[in-house]
């Protein structure tokens, strides 16, 4: 049994997308046996990272900013697993932005070079061997989770942690009109939690369910282009 740490935005809370498809993926996680905890960056005081390096070479592995980063870092060093939660913005929120910045101190600059790239590694008092993605997207293609995806991969890679997989979920508005469906995905999002929790990775089958298309792009764009008109057409 492992521990498991998530840290999510979610514009509308607990009630966003993005707040129930990674609540369906952790309670898979804790089916499967892990701890969890739960942290939104929106309730959180998270500084923007100065630069400053503090954590690297005046106090190692500590950050000189006091502010709430102090205890999601202590919860950040128990975990075996880290789970980022956002939505798609252009790319990131800015308050993921500011957390991800903020994860410095959990790095120790033990340079190497992989494929061309300089890394860094993991402190050896934090537990973290791997981090997932969980996402969602307002645009109707998967692609657009391609910046975000990258950003997580990134992080790994400059930790030398494994990346170990994204759930995505597309036009996830549309979930809030086709009940049958949304079920169906949140239910595939608890199992892919359970798959990682047992077995350190997630099906491309169990991924492929959450990720399914729910309307045509055509009638997609047809939908958001009409809405959109009519607001504008009111003028405001």
């Given at each position: 049994?492992?521990?498991?740490?998530?840290?999510?935005?979610?514009?509308?809370?607990?009630?966003?997308?993005?707040?129930?498809?990674?609540?369906?993926?952790?309670?898979?996680?804790?089916?499967?046996?892990?701890?969890?905890?739960?942290?939104?960056?929106?309730?959180?005081?998270?500084?923007?990272?100065?630069?400053?390096l503090?954590?690297?070479?005046?106090v190692?592995?500590?950050?000189?900013?006091?502010?709430?980063?102090?205890?999601?870092?202590?919860?950040?060093?128990?975990?075996?697993?880290?789970?980022?939660?956002?939505?798609?913005?252009?790319?990131?929120?800015?308050?993921?932005?500011?957390?991800?910045?903020?994860?410095?101190?959990?790095?120790?600059?033990?340079?190497?070079?992989?494929?061309?790239?300089?890394?860094?590694?993991?402190?050896?008092?934090?537990?973290?061997?791997?981090?997932?993605?969980?996402?969602?997207?307002?645009?109707?293609?998967?692609?657009?989770?391609?910046?975000?995806?990258?950003?997580?991969?990134?992080?790994?890679?400059?930790?030398?942690?494994?990346?170990?997989?994204?759930?995505?979920?597309?036009?996830?508005?549309?979930?809030?009109?086709?009940?049958?469906?949304?079920r169906?995905?949140?239910?595939?999002?608890?199992?892919?939690?359970?798959?990682?929790?047992?077995?350190?990775?997630?099906?491309?089958d169990?991924?492929?369910?959450?990720?399914?298309p729910?309307?045509?792009?055509?009638?997609?764009?047809?939908?958001?282009?009409?809405?959109y008109?009519?607001?504008?057409?009111?003028?405001?």
């Amino acid at each position: 049994m492992g521990k498991s740490v998530a840290v999510y935005y979610s514009s509308s809370a607990e009630s966003g997308n993005t707040a129930r498809l990674l609540a369906s993926f952790m309670r898979g996680i804790k089916r499967g046996k892990d701890t969890t905890e739960t942290f939104a960056v929106k309730d959180l005081n998270i500084s923007p990272c100065t630069g400053a390096l503090h954590c690297w070479f005046k106090v190692p592995g500590q950050c000189y900013i006091q502010d709430d980063m102090q205890d999601l870092c202590s919860s950040l060093r128990e975990a075996e697993t880290l789970i980022l939660a956002t939505p798609v913005y252009i790319p990131l929120p800015g308050e993921m932005q500011n957390l991800l910045n903020r994860l410095c101190p959990l790095m120790e600059p033990i340079l190497e070079t992989r494929d061309g790239r300089t890394r860094a590694k993991m402190r050896d008092d934090v537990a973290i061997s791997r981090i997932a993605l969980v996402s969602t997207s307002g645009w109707w293609e998967i692609g657009n989770f391609d910046t975000v995806v990258r950003i997580a991969c990134e992080l790994a890679e400059n930790a030398s942690v494994p990346f170990v997989g994204s759930v995505l979920r597309p036009h996830a508005l549309v979930m809030g009109q086709q009940e049958d469906k949304a079920r169906e995905i949140l239910d595939a999002a608890e199992k892919a939690g359970y798959q990682l929790a047992t077995t350190g990775t997630m099906s491309q089958d169990t991924l492929a369910v959450i990720s399914q298309p729910l309307t045509s792009e055509e009638e997609y764009r047809r939908g958001f282009n009409s809405n959109y008109l009519r607001v504008k057409g009111k003028g405001h």
